[in-house]
């Protein structure tokens, strides 16, 4: 009784970890899928060159550069990309409706990022 029982607390967190991953996914495409300036590049393709052609030298030791999500409202994320240049993270952040499809960036970075330019 209890192994079953605990088989079903398990597939639960298995389902509700897929189901947010999911819907992570959509908002950080959302992101990724933007144009990055005028170049006919997407964000998602281009970022790690933008950086570099801005000056800002990516390192890659302590952790590798990432997307990542935020869930903070029914259909609202925060999106980020982190980076570590130098010693410290550093990351272009956006708020994404999933729902209307709104985009807007959260720092300097992220307006950089979007407008191709530093």
């Known amino acids: 009784m209890l192994g079953a029982a605990l088989l079903c607390i ?10 947010f991953r999911s819907r992570a996914g959509d908002a950080i495409d959302m992101v990724r899928s933007l144009e990055l300036g005028r170049t ?3 964000v998602g393709d281009g970022i790690l060159d933008y950086l570099k052609d ?3 030298e990516v390192v890659s030791e302590g952790f590798k550069p990432a997307w990542g999500a935020e869930q903070v409202g029914n259909n609202r994320w925060i999106v980020n990309f982190t980076f570590e240049e130098g010693r410290q993270a550093t990351w272009a952040s956006w ?5 209307s499809g709104k985009i807007a960036p959260r720092n300097d970075l992220a307006r ?5 330019s530093r």
Do not use: E, H, N, Y
Not at 10 to 19: K, N, P, R, S, T
């Open 10 to 19: 398990a597939l639960v967190a298995c389902m509700g970890f897929f189901q």
């Open 40 to 42: 006919g590049t997407t």
């Open 54 to 56: 801005s000056g800002i």
């Open 95 to 99: 708020t994404v409706d999933t729902r």
């Open 112 to 116: 950089g990022v979007q407008r191709g």
